[in-house]
């Protein structure tokens, strides 16, 4: 057995029922470690097999460790926990990766790089290695949504053969449990200014007797819906600010009176709809701050100008403050329309007058409360988040 301070290389292999390739898979690094005479181990993050995968690994030389939690990220998680090198290189146990030629990530990652990413579009795809679906429209636009939303250079964000550095991988604090750990990694190690690089490599056809693990638009949704929430400008603040001024011009023009609109006539009802849609605009701007601050904690998203900005403008104090000042302009507001109805002996009013009134009023309390609430909300989780830091 090696010290764990002399080990320099660990691979990592997920594993759920993979008799027919795991042993291939072993040998062909084992070879490779062996070839470019590094101090290494092949470590099998084993998830739950109920085949003779297990066995397979442990004659052929393989440290297996068992994880309870299922999920592909859940056993990468224990396998790198568990593994005893500087350097991690991980990739599937199909057979469908190419482990006899691990050195090349060795090199980069010798040479300083913190997370040396496959690049399967680069390297080459086998005929039947990837669905179409995958290969023409899945991969390559979660990945372009990946470059636009976190602003990563990363021509293949879910290529299952990456290197790392495991100290600093093990800093991020990853906790994606499924397929989205692939894109979890990525995100979190650029956020934190980690180095990150591409080399080519081959994806072949795997070597399994049976379907895949990999559930196209399950795992495919997940890897979005983890993008989005790591960049919440896309999500929120850009389509709500959009919403909001729209909305804002929209009901500036309703509230002096009707307006045509080619054949259609807009009125008081559209004043409703457009008043409610500033309100969704307001919501989706406080969301993107609350969602923001969340991935900030999270190592998801590098500190942003906007939150920034939201936090010195809109404390505690201020959003009590302005929402509180809000809701009593709009109860004052209010008191023109009672006003009015008094006048008219509280009988029957002219609606569209009256609506021009009323509706005014009820936007500018329901404004005062959401901006009041989000203000406390926002409060409470920066003193999570500071907590959480205090105690690390």
Avoid at 38 to 63: F, H
Avoid at 115 to 139: D, Q
Wanted: overall charge positive.
């Amino acid at each position: 057995m090696h010290s764990n301070n002399h080990i320099e290389l660990s691979v990592v292999m997920p594993c759920l029922n993979e008799e027919t390739t795991i042993g291939t898979c072993i040998a062909k690094a084992l070879a490779c470690i062996k070839r470019i005479g590094v101090i290494g181990e092949v470590v099998v993050a084993d998830n739950g097999s109920t085949d003779s995968s297990c066995s397979i690994a442990s004659k052929l030389g393989a440290r297996v460790i068992s994880v309870l939690e299922k999920g592909y990220g859940s056993a990468l998680i224990a396998g790198i926990n568990a593994s005893k090198g500087r350097y991690i290189i991980m990739g599937d146990s199909d057979d469908s990766y190419d482990f006899s030629n691990l050195d090349k990530f060795l090199v980069r990652l010798r040479e300083g790089d913190d997370l040396v990413m496959g690049n399967r579009f680069k390297g080459g795809i086998a005929k039947g290695a990837m669905p179409a679906l995958h290969k023409y429209i899945g991969n390559p636009a979660l990945s372009f949504l990946g470059r636009v939303f976190c602003k990563i250079p990363v021509g293949d964000f879910h290529c299952g053969l990456r290197g790392f550095n495991r100290e600093k991988i093990q800093s991020l604090g990853l906790i994606c449990t499924g397929m989205e750990f692939a894109s979890e990694l990525v995100v979190k190690a650029a956020n934190r200014g980690l180095t990150i690089t591409e080399i080519p490599v081959t994806l072949s056809k795997d070597g399994r007797d049976r379907p895949p693990h990999l559930r196209s638009f399950r795992d495919g949704w997940r890897h979005l819906k983890f993008l989005f929430l790591a960049s919440p400008n896309w999500l929120f603040l850009y389509p709500g600010l959009m919403l909001l001024l729209f909305s804002l011009a929209i009901f500036g023009l309703l509230l002096a009176g009707p307006l045509a609109v080619g054949k259609l006539m807009l009125d008081i009802h559209s004043l409703v709809y457009v008043s409610t849609a500033i309100v969704v605009g307001v919501q989706m701007i406080i969301f993107a701050n609350l969602v923001s601050r969340m991935a900030e904690s999270q190592g998801l998203q590098k500190p942003a100008k906007f939150s920034f900005i939201m936090k010195r403008i809109f404390s505690f104090e201020v959003s009590i403050v302005v929402g509180l000042t809000l809701i009593a302009l709009g109860i004052f507001m209010g008191f023109f329309a009672v006003s009015d109805w008094r006048i008219n002996n509280f009988g029957a009013m002219d609606a569209h007058q009256l609506m021009r009134q009323v509706i005014p009023s009820s936007l500018v309390i329901m404004l005062g409360l959401q901006i009041a609430l989000g203000g406390a909300l926002m409060a409470g989780l920066d003193m999570v988040a500071n907590s959480a830091r205090a105690s690390r």
